[in-house]
């Protein structure tokens, strides 16, 4: 468990509990607290989960990408989730490999602009095209986000998918649903719903795909199953930032790839009074 100081404080707590009671049950030893963690979890934390990334794979998605080695290394949560690439980049396979993902899915989208995209990722996935197709049925969860939204502390995120009373986590970004960062059941998205959705979706402005997402997720607002993602501000243009968020969206960051976790990386989770430094999306 060396390279792993972010793991859940939960976790720790139950694989310190597994090793003590194969201790107490005098079985003779107890060489390997990595195993009987994972035993522990796998009976403990069964969620399956994707991780819905979509990038245009830009130049500075892709600097991204070896932080999201480094989170699949680190982060219970990325380690035991799929990931669905869905990009209108040409990702070669040795990008992908270097990922080390278990189970690696990649689906294409024409190239459009980033609004559309973030929109056509959601009308895709959790609509009739992504129903049909099966994209989401074997998940309790989808992450969805672009590359450059890290995540920093996979904590509080996993305790809230382990909610039952939870369908859905977000970030507010002034009165809509930030669109970079969302997770949600699969199946509690109406698919009708993604399909019809226009709000947005004609509009060229910053924002439009948060009116977009608002309007797919309003029986999930009006159901009140939700939570906001505890720390998380936004800081120009609905990127979520705070010095306690668990997501961070900010561009400087891939600098700090590929070990962004660690202390040496300086980079920690951005307070949000920076909120005039940065001003575009992307
Ligand atoms: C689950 O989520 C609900 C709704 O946010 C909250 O009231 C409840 O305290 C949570 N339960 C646990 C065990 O955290
Ligand atoms: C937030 O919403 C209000 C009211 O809809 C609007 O006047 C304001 O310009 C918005 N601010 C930002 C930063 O988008
Ligand atoms: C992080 O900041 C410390 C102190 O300012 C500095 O000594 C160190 O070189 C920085 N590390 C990186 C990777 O930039």
Not at 25 to 52: K, M, N, W
Not at 148 to 158: E, R
Not at 166 to 184: E, H, L, P, Q, R
Request: glycine fraction near 8%.
């Amino acid at each position: 468990m060396s390279a792993t100081p972010r793991v859940s404080r939960t976790i720790g707590f139950i694989c310190a509990l597994a090793a003590t009671s194969v201790a107490d049950g005098g079985v003779s030893t107890c060489q390997e607290p990595d195993d009987q963690c994972s035993l522990q979890l796998s009976a403990t934390a069964p969620l399956r989960v994707a991780i819905f990334m979509t990038t245009h794979w830009s130049t500075m998605h892709q600097e991204f990408m070896p932080c999201w080695e480094t989170a699949r290394q680190q982060l219970t949560l990325v380690r035991n989730a799929d990931l669905i690439l869905y990009t209108s980049g040409d990702v070669g396979s040795k990008d992908l490999e270097q990922l080390h993902f278990t189970n690696l899915i990649v689906k294409h989208y024409e190239p459009a602009n980033y609004e559309e995209g973030a929109i056509q990722a959601v009308v895709d996935g959790f609509g009739s095209k992504g129903h049909q197709e099966k994209w989401f049925d074997r998940y309790d969860w989808v992450v969805r986000l672009n590359p450059d939204v890290l995540i920093m502390d996979d904590n509080w995120l996993l305790e809230t998918m382990g909610n039952s009373s939870v369908d859905a986590i977000f970030v507010d970004c002034n009165g809509t649903m930030n669109s970079d960062f969302f997770v949600v059941r699969p199946q509690v998205i109406e698919t009708n719903l993604a399909d019809t959705c226009t709000d947005g979706s004609g509009d060229t402005i910053a924002g439009s795909a948060e009116k977009h997402l608002t309007c797919v997720v309003s029986t999930i607002i009006s159901s009140g199953r939700y939570v906001w993602v505890k720390g998380g501000q936004n800081i120009g243009g609905c990127r979520v930032a705070g010095a306690e968020s668990p997501v961070v969206h900010e561009h400087g960051f891939r600098k700090c790839c590929p070990n962004y976790l660690s202390a040496q990386a300086n980079c920690s989770r951005v307070p949000v009074k920076h909120r005039h430094k940065h001003r575009h999306k992307a």
